[in-house]
């Protein structure tokens, strides 16, 4: 195993694999939700999910990541094959922010990034403000009344206690992420951008979601479901009808 294999679950895209789906997970979340995915996609998608430090396999490690780490792993892990990459929620910023990265290191960019759940990052959102100020109790009800947050794992001392340490890195991390100045990068991703918004999330409704459309100069289309936040480990057809179709031209590295 190399040192970006940690960075996901499973193994490399397999020869007959057409395109490779980079999952990458909510804040809180890990990567093993993404694995039956690909049961429910076309054979020639091949799921990658991306799993983040301090969460499942990687317990044990503290709960902080670099995007342009897991941008150098991403870049290793697709070897030039075709790819898009699909983030909830937080993973969602995460992922468009790996994308800045690969345009930094002059790597090959995903076909398409599709957004679920996820509240633009250059849209202010109340809600992780506030949960960075709220204690531990009150912001696993939260998270639990939204669907995220089995009621086992906050009876689990154990699992209580690394769910709220990686809650509070991830929340973190979301409340002081802020796009790069203009000088330094287009705000606007030469990557057509879909986002898939839940008609009944509170966190990112579709009117919020609807602002990705700002960060690409590639295309974008919205997709509304009738779904509340956590949609995305139930509705992976969703995603499917979203990704790119047919083999890609020959492309070039993206450049600094």
Do not use: N
Not at 2 to 21: H, I, K, M, N, Q
Not at 52 to 77: H, I, N, S, V, Y
Not at 89 to 95: E, I, P, Q, T, Y
Not at 114 to 130: L, N, T
Request: net charge negative.
């Amino acid at each position: 195993m190399t040192t970006s294999d940690v960075w996901f679950l499973g193994g490399p895209a397999p020869a007959e694999a057409d395109l490779v789906l980079f999952c990458v997970p909510h804040a809180g979340g890990g990567g093993v939700g993404y694995k039956s995915w690909s049961a429910m996609l076309p054979a020639s998608v091949h799921v990658q999910p991306v799993q983040l430090p301090g969460r499942e396999t990687r317990a044990a490690e503290t709960p902080d990541f670099d995007p342009a780490d897991l941008a150098r792993a991403l870049a290793a892990r697709a070897g030039g094959l075709r790819y898009a990459i699909y983030g909830h929620s937080m993973g969602g910023v995460l992922a468009q922010e790996v994308v800045r990265e690969l345009i930094r290191l002059g790597e090959l960019l995903p076909e398409r990034l599709v957004v679920g759940a996820s509240h633009p990052p250059h849209i202010e959102s109340a809600w992780v403000g506030r949960w960075r100020g709220l204690r531990d109790e009150e912001l696993l009800e939260e998270i639990t009344a939204l669907g995220g947050t089995p009621e086992v794992v906050r009876r689990h001392p154990r699992l209580r206690d690394r769910l709220v340490r990686v809650l509070r890195a991830d929340v973190g991390w979301l409340s002081e992420y802020r796009l790069p100045p203009a000088e330094e990068m287009p705000r606007e991703l030469p990557v057509p951008i879909a986002a898939i918004a839940g008609a009944r999330d509170p966190i990112a409704p579709p009117e919020a979601m609807a602002a990705w459309r700002e960060l690409t100069s590639g295309g974008f289309a919205l997709t509304v479901i009738d779904a509340g936040h956590f949609f995305h480990l139930d509705a992976p057809a969703e995603i499917a009808g979203l990704l790119p179709a047919g083999p890609a031209a020959a492309r070039t590295p993206a450049g600094p």
